[in-house]
């Protein structure tokens, strides 16, 4: 399996970016999707997850109501849609994929295939 990152950049505070992961190597909907984040100095953390179907989803407190994940299932892409983006969301963005005999989870451990990431940059 291979998850591929794309979509980061710079933006300013109070816009929007979108993240996608494209998946391969893989049947798409055994897995459950996830997005981590990890700032300078700063621990890997959860950001939000979706599980294999779709149906699905759970998000940190932090981007609760901001963050969108969702999925594509008939193009192997899970999606990370970021709207009021604040400084403090300035990470590396991480897509991983875990699978989806086991319920959506927060832990990292939960996941065993990982992409090398997309730098999101937010100004103030």
């Known amino acids: 399996v291979q998850l591929v990152e794309s979509g980061g950049g710079l933006v300013e505070a109070g816009n929007s970016l979108k993240l996608s992961c494209l998946f391969s190597g893989g049947t798409f909907t055994g897995y459950n999707m996830a997005w981590f984040r990890q700032a300078p100095g700063k621990e890997r953390e959860f950001v939000c997850a979706?599980?294999?179907?779709?149906?699905?989803?759970d998000y940190a407190d932090s981007v609760e109501g901001r963050f969108t994940i969702s999925r594509d299932n008939a193009e192997n892409t899970v999606y990370l849609q970021m709207n009021s983006l604040k400084p403090e969301d300035t990470a590396v963005y991480y897509c991983?994929?875990?699978?989806?005999?086991?319920?959506?989870?927060?832990?990292?451990?939960?996941?065993?295939?990982w992409g090398q990431g997309t730098q999101v940059t937010v100004s103030s």
């Open positions: 991983a994929a875990g699978y989806s005999y086991q319920s959506i989870s927060r832990r990292s451990n939960s996941y065993v295939y």
């Open positions: 979706i599980s294999g179907s779709g149906a699905n989803t």
